[in-house]
């Protein structure tokens, strides 16, 4: 899956000229917590809510509306903006743009396109309705989490007791443990995990936790 399948395409802008309150407002009606700042089409910034909230007058402030409105009026965008944006390609997949937000611990990328013109906004939120799309949870499957080991021929292994017992499998992912042990997460239409599960165990697949999803 791309991040252009996923992405907010076509997000709302703001250039490094505009104030403070124009970008407060933008992202109070529309209800977003980051604009891309654009200059002459080009991306040349981002500025978020947190920005917004660092240079914004403290509620206990003793300035009249009208010194607030004066002040927020003064600040521009390309004094508070992130200069360096982490972005991404609209081409790229959805996984790395899953581990840049994880190793930059930020809740959202720029997607540019291959001239940097901005074509979209992907977030966590978009990553997290990804996944569990990609995983089937809507869907209302038996959810199978199998001890395994690391070794050729173990998908063929498991499949072909699905196979055999005309059970179609939705998803599958494997996974390490913090131990270094690995687990097999498996979703699919179950009627008889009794007789699965003897299969599995007698080929040293043990099934150590069943449940239904969705």
Do not use: W
Not at 101 to 108: D, S
Not at 117 to 122: K, N
Not at 155 to 168: A, K
């Amino acid at each position: 899956m791309f991040v252009e399948q996923r992405m907010t395409p076509n997000p709302i802008t703001i250039t490094s000229a505009a104030t403070i309150a124009d970008a407060s407002e933008l992202m109070r009606v529309n209800k977003f917590r980051r604009l891309p700042v654009v200059d002459g089409g080009k991306l040349v910034g981002l500025v978020t809510d947190r920005d917004l909230r660092a240079v914004s007058p403290s509620p206990a402030t003793t300035l009249s509306i009208f010194e607030l409105n004066y002040l927020l009026a003064k600040i521009k965008i390309k004094d508070i903006m992130q200069k360096k944006v982490i972005t991404i390609q609209s081409a790229a997949t959805v996984e790395e743009a899953a581990i840049l937000l994880y190793n930059h611990r930020i809740g959202g990328l720029v997607v540019v396109d291959d001239h940097g013109t901005v074509s979209g906004i992907i977030t966590e939120t978009d990553i997290f309705k990804c996944f569990v799309d990609v995983m089937g949870l809507i869907e209302g499957k038996t959810r199978l989490t199998i001890d395994v080991t690391d070794k050729i021929g173990i998908l063929h292994e498991i499949t072909e007791v699905f196979s055999e017992l005309s059970i179609n499998i939705s998803s599958m992912v494997t996974y390490t443990l913090p131990d270094g042990k690995k687990e097999m997460v498996i979703r699919a239409d179950i009627a008889d995990t009794a007789s699965l599960s003897e299969r599995l165990a007698i080929l040293g697949y043990p099934i150590n936790h069943i449940a239904h999803i969705g």
